[in-house]
């Protein structure tokens, strides 16, 4: 179909777009600013949120599996851990169930196995160092692109047929295009001004009861969170969290004092207890983002988007990997049906993909912002809906299967309002006269619970 393909940044979404691309085209050139490094376990300098927890759902593990059969069970042989945790959220626990099948590897091991697999391939090129300076335009159609040196004035002009922007939060494709005299595509944005604070601890396979994360979700009266996560090398990853500036603190005692406000100590009591295998280090996200390209009145033939240069979610929810693989996947139909219409057909297939993440992650960081409730009628109402479906699936098991799989980004949210959930969840609400109490300690999982297929 295509000669050169050029895809700007080799990360996740990068990396996967180009294996979708390898059946395409003659070429497939990755423009990487980054310098590889050889040690899989240090994330790259453009990814500065790799020191900190990532989890990659089932729909992302399956997308993934999909692209590149046998790659979990690689990142399994390498040490990544795989099970079921459990979430306190809502006011109470609810256990994914120990047949869980999602796996937890660092950022940095899931990208080094992703680019190993990829950049084997004999048509792929990779250029380190460089990045796309701007796309080079004829009549309204890509031609190619200019690539700078990342250090130094080295620049060179590229023929490609298409261009696929994988370059993440830092992209700057849309203000290409309003220089360029194309429509921007309309943005949605929800300032949430979240802090990190994350550091490695030594795992003992006791630890949490045998679970491979634990993580409390922020809500409207408790604006802070963290993640737990088993990772390769029996450690834990565990990152503390903090909305509009509240920073937990980088020092020792600071960063255990902070665990000790959440409303359960499981994660307190780890980090006083585990040994420390590293620093602690911080991170800032601004805002989620999205742009719509799918909704821009005229754009240029031969360019895609994908992946965070899409839609960057808040990272407290963890969708962001698994969302760049269901795009890697949307780009694999797309382009079985071929080249004509192509631009217009994935930006619909990109966003329906982001819809479901979006109206999670995007719709409860509204409801934190102080002052609330925020947003119209039916955002108000979901969130309602949406904590009593968690509180319901506290005891219930089909209601606990059913948001799981919502989370897991299997299913679209809608599904909740399904009546096999509804009846349970409002048969639920008439018997409870006050949110259910917390028992102040992780409890084993109810032998009853059974994890989403």
């Given at each position: 179909?295509?000669g ?12 996967l ?5 390898l059946d ?21 300098p453009?990814?500065p ?6 989890a ?21 042989a ?11 959220t ?16 660092s950022?940095a091991l ?22 796309v ?11 190619g ?9 080295s ?17 700057q ?6 220089t ?9 944005r929800?300032d ?37 996560l088993?990772?390769e ?8 969290i903090?909305?509009?500036g509240?920073?937990?603190p ?18 307190a ?5 585990a040994?420390p295998l ?12 999205r742009l719509?390209?799918?909704?821009a ?5 031969g ?9 960057n ?10 969302v ?10 797309c382009?079985?049906q071929?080249?004509?219409g ?8 990109a966003?329906?993909?982001i819809?479901a ?16 409730p ?6 108000r ?7 009593r479906?968690l509180q ?22 809608r ?6 959930v509804?009846?349970?969840?409002l ?22 619970r059974?994890?989403?297929?």
């Amino acid at each position: 179909m295509f000669g050169r393909v050029v895809v700007a940044g080799a990360g996740i979404a990068g990396l996967l777009a180009a294996r979708v691309l390898l059946d395409h085209a003659d070429e497939v050139v990755l423009v990487e600013p980054d310098r590889i490094s050889d040690r899989p376990d240090l994330p790259r300098p453009g990814v500065p949120q790799g020191h900190h927890a990532h989890a990659l759902l089932a729909s992302g593990q399956r997308a993934i599996e999909a692209l590149l059969p046998g790659l979990s069970a690689a990142l399994g042989a390498q040490g990544a851990p795989s099970g079921g945790g459990t979430f306190f959220t809502a006011g109470g626990y609810l256990d994914t169930g120990a047949a869980d099948a999602s796996l937890y590897a660092s950022r940095a091991l899931l990208e080094g196995a992703l680019r190993r697999v990829v950049v084997a391939h004999h048509r792929l090129r990779l250029i380190e160092g460089c990045s796309v300076a701007v796309p080079l335009l004829r009549s309204d159609r890509i031609t190619g692109v200019r690539i700078a040196a990342s250090a130094g004035d080295s620049i060179v002009d590229l023929a490609a047929d298409l261009l696929v922007d994988a370059s993440g939060a830092r992209s700057q494709t849309a203000a290409w295009l309003a220089t360029h005299g194309f429509a921007a595509p309309p943005v949605e944005r929800v300032d949430v001004g979240i802090r990190y604070a994350s550091r490695y601890l030594k795992r003992d396979r006791s630890d949490l009861g045998g679970r491979m994360f634990f993580s409390v979700s922020p809500s409207p009266v408790q604006r802070r969170a963290c993640g737990v996560l088993a990772q390769e090398g029996d450690r834990w990853i565990v990152t503390l969290i903090g909305y509009f500036g509240d920073q937990p603190p980088l020092d020792d005692a600071g960063f255990a004092a902070f665990a000790r406000t959440f409303p359960v100590p499981e994660v307190a009591d780890l980090i006083e207890r585990a040994q420390p295998l590293g620093p602690i280090r911080g991170y800032a996200f601004a805002a989620d983002r999205r742009l719509h390209y799918e909704r821009a009145a005229r754009l240029p033939d031969g360019l895609l988007v994908i992946g965070d240069a899409l839609a960057n979610f808040s990272p407290v929810y963890g969708q962001g990997m698994s969302v760049a693989a269901l795009h890697a996947l949307a780009l694999r139909r797309c382009l079985a049906q071929g080249q004509a219409g192509l631009e217009q057909r994935f930006f619909r297939a990109a966003a329906a993909v982001i819809d479901a993440p979006w109206t999670l992650a995007a719709g409860n960081d509204r409801q934190m912002q102080p002052g609330g409730p925020h947003g119209g009628l039916v955002a108000r109402l979901r969130s309602r809906w949406l904590r009593r479906v968690l509180q319901t699936a506290h005891h219930d098991a089909v209601v606990a299967e059913r948001f799981l799989r919502v989370a897991r980004l299997l299913a679209p949210p809608r599904t909740l309002l399904a009546p096999a959930v509804a009846g349970r969840v409002l048969l639920a609400g008439a018997r409870r006269a006050a949110a259910p109490a917390v028992s102040g300690r992780l409890r084993a999982p109810p032998s009853a619970r059974r994890s989403a297929p």
